[in-house]
């Protein structure tokens, strides 16, 4: 029966049982609230459209998405005032066997938070706030996830958030060239410029930062020049930049307070990239658009072939990877065997089976955070980049199964010590080094 956001929301702020408790009752009143039958209601096989939909796990065994609607979405709740980035990386192993649907959705009753799940294009976050729901602009979105997903979908491509970003680094260090600025100068600032973004976009710095020092300093250069001084040097160790606590940030990048001369053009560059979707731009090109972005004798090739993602994983599998994935593929097998073992043992038999598995899993962590790379031209960075997140999301996968074996979490360890390259140009060499920070 239809209900009002009014209800749902009054009802669901009193609620406070545990996620097995309420999420079925939440979800088939958020199936009331959008006007959508209910699972069983729309399908009686639970084939398409159901609570408790299996799936088999990217990293092996059995797992159950608590609601899917194939083609849509999958769903995952947590009790309230949960962690959600758990739920969130749960579905991320489930989504093959759900056949990768457009939404992958978590909530804990208090927000729900809806993220697009479209190869080669940006994640799009929707995050809906109870209160959220009494407005006709959050109800729309919610509708939306039921009935056409693909109203949701990212009209841009990952590539060209990152060419639109190395294009307007390239007309920022046009300008800067004309005032007569150091070429290294200037890309070691636009460097930091660029460092900060993606620290902006990550949380390792604050929300909005550069849009709100924009407004602040109105269109005055002299102002903003000095704000960034600030900035950097809070950033270099650490400290309050206003009334916001800035972390220290090591490795030497802001190792000086320097900021070059900008005039008011150059603020409304600075504007527009703040602007794009950073959490849509992708690393392992963007070194090699940005070089060439700031060097002249290369900005003709700004446009020019690069070497994509896909080109450098067909170094970097084979060679790197796959020795470590067909290990890490035997040991998962030992593992479950283990693990079927000590279900049949009790006591101090069964816990010296769980710290075997333990004691094995840290020890495959510990190969993956011990693995060294080398590239010897390694231009901005682009082969160690890739290589760090493969790593990074090995590790990530061990740490996942880990937990899914009972043998509990422990931290992520694969760091950029593990990456060596050498490089003759000192500029990407330094480029190289935010790339792999940023990794």
Same mark, same amino acid.
């Given at each position: ?28 009143? @958020?199936?009331?609230?959008? !006007? ?6 729309? *399908? ?21 998405? *608590?609601? %899917? ?19 969130? *990386? ?28 479209? /190869?080669?294009?940006? /994640? ?37 958030? /990152? ?9 920022? %260090? ?48 002299? *102002? ?26 090591? !490795? ?32 392992? @090109? ?65 816990? !010296?089976?769980?710290?075997? @598995?333990?004691?094995?899993?840290? %020890? ?22 890739? %290589? ?19 043998? !509990? ?28 920070? @940023?990794?």
């Amino acid at each position: 029966m239809p209900l009002t956001p009014q209800d749902f929301v009054s009802k669901w702020k009193r609620v406070t049982g545990r996620e097995k408790q309420i999420y079925q009752e939440h979800f088939i009143d @958020i199936c009331h609230l959008v !006007g959508h039958q209910t699972p069983n209601d729309y *399908d009686p096989t639970g084939t398409r459209f159901a609570f408790e939909m299996g799936a088999t796990k990217t990293s092996g065994g059995q797992g159950w998405a *608590d609601v %899917a609607k194939l083609g849509y979405f999958g769903w995952e709740y947590k009790g309230k005032n949960a962690d959600l980035e758990k739920a969130y *990386d749960q579905l991320l192993r489930y989504r093959d066997s759900l056949q990768n649907p457009p939404l992958l959705i978590v909530s804990d009753i208090n927000l729900i938070v809806i993220r697009t799940n479209y /190869t080669n294009l940006p /994640t799009r976050t929707y995050s809906l706030a109870l209160e959220d729901l009494l407005k006709p602009e959050g109800m729309e979105i919610l509708r939306t996830v039921f009935f056409n997903p693909e109203r949701l979908k990212p009209q841009v491509t990952i590539e060209s958030v /990152t060419k639109e970003a190395a294009a307007q680094f390239s007309r920022l %260090a046009e300008n800067l060239r004309r005032y007569g600025s150091d070429p290294q100068k200037i890309a070691h600032f636009l460097i930091r410029l660029l460092f900060c973004l993606f620290a902006e976009d990550t949380g390792l710095l604050p929300e909005k930062l550069f849009p709100r020092l924009l407004e602040q300093t109105r269109h005055n250069s002299n *102002d903003f020049s000095e704000v960034l001084r600030q900035l950097f040097r809070a950033m270099n160790s650490g400290g309050y930049f206003g009334s916001d606590r800035i972390l220290h940030f090591n !490795g030497g990048l802001f190792d000086n307070e320097n900021v070059l001369p900008l005039d008011s053009a150059d603020m409304d560059i600075i504007a527009d990239i703040d602007a794009l979707d950073w959490g849509a731009i992708e690393p392992s @090109i963007f070194g090699t658009l940005f070089e060439r972005g700031l060097d002249p004798f290369k900005r003709s090739q700004l446009g020019a072939h690069y070497t994509s993602r896909d080109d450098i994983l067909l170094i970097v599998e084979p060679v790197l990877m796959a020795p470590l994935r067909r290990e890490w593929a035997a040991l998962q097998v030992e593992c479950l065997a283990w693990k079927e073992e000590g279900e049949k043992e009790k006591g101090k038999k069964r816990d !010296g089976v769980r710290r075997k @598995i333990s004691e094995k899993l840290r %020890a495959f962590a510990d190969r993956v955070a011990a693995t060294t790379v080398l590239d010897p031209a390694c231009g901005s960075g682009n082969f160690l980049y890739v %290589a760090l997140r493969l790593l990074l999301d090995l590790q990530n996968e061990v740490i996942s199964f880990s937990d899914e074996m009972g043998a !509990g979490r422990f931290f992520i360890s694969v760091a950029p010590k593990q990456l060596f390259g050498i490089e003759t140009n000192e500029y990407a060499h330094e480029l190289a080094q935010m790339t792999i920070q @940023i990794g």
